[in-house]
């Protein structure tokens, strides 16, 4: 069984410009959910999709970000436009079922450079 | 709110050490509590897991027990390796809801 795979695993732009972050999730994983690190400090959750609805966008950070999932199957994450505090490591996870014994599987993350 | 606090790295260690990494929280009602690690070039795997008070989730000569009366859940081991070196992250899962809440993660190197 393929795992959560995530596009790019690196990017790099200048501030203003716009970069589109891809996530696959597990197949048949009902839950979507985006993360992100900022410079060495805790991993914050952004937010979670049930199939393609926003269960939860408390965590994104202003409207510069949007996140979609048309579809219930991959997700995307645009930065539009980005500035430098963006950078970070965005990571996906997806699981299968909710409740508190579920298990979010990570993918490898894409590293966001904002220069 | 919800919150989990970890031991500040980089923790570095020689080979067949004790290893500790002490990990907090402070969450209402009964939260999951987990051990991520990302280990280096890679993505963050789940370790070991404890759904309930008094459980100890175990894995790879990892383990932890979740406290309920001191809210911890500190991640040990025997004797490290080379090949533990990574950063641990410990999480929170709330019963309602399905974010993960992280600690800042703990940087471990272990030395031959």
């Known amino acids: 069984e393929a795992g959560v795979t995530q596009f790019p695993s690196h990017s790099v732009i200048e501030k203003g410009q716009t970069v589109t972050l891809r996530c696959d999730p597990i197949s048949g994983h009902d839950n979507l959910y985006w993360y992100r690190r900022v410079m060495g400090k805790e991993i914050k959750f952004l937010l979670h999709?049930?199939?393609?609805?926003?269960?939860?966008e408390s965590g994104m950070p202003n409207n510069r970000f949007l996140a979609e999932r048309t579809g219930g199957t991959y997700s995307t994450l645009k930065v539009q436009p980005a500035e430098l505090e963006d950078s970070g490591v965005y990571f996906c996870?997806?699981?299968?079922?909710?409740?508190?014994?579920?298990?979010?599987?990570f993918g490898p993350g894409t590293r966001l450079t904002v220069l | 709110g919800n919150s989990v606090t970890q031991m500040e790295g980089p923790v570095t260690l020689s080979e067949e050490a004790f290893l500790t990494i002490n990990c907090t929280y402070t969450a209402t009602g009964y939260p999951s509590l987990f051990w991520y690690v990302q280990y280096p070039g890679e993505g963050l795997q789940l370790l070991l897991k404890a759904t309930k008070a008094d459980d100890k989730g175990s894995n790879k000569g990892f383990e932890a027990t979740y406290r309920k009366e001191t809210t911890s859940f500190h991640l040990e081991k025997g004797s490290v390796q080379v090949s533990d070196s990574a950063v641990y992250f410990c999480a929170l899962k709330h019963n309602q809801g399905g974010k993960l809440i992280f600690g800042q993660g703990t940087e471990l190197s272990v030395k031959p």
């Open positions: 996870a997806s699981s299968h079922q909710r409740g508190t014994t579920d298990t979010q599987y």
């Open positions: 999709f049930v199939k393609e609805s926003k269960q939860d």
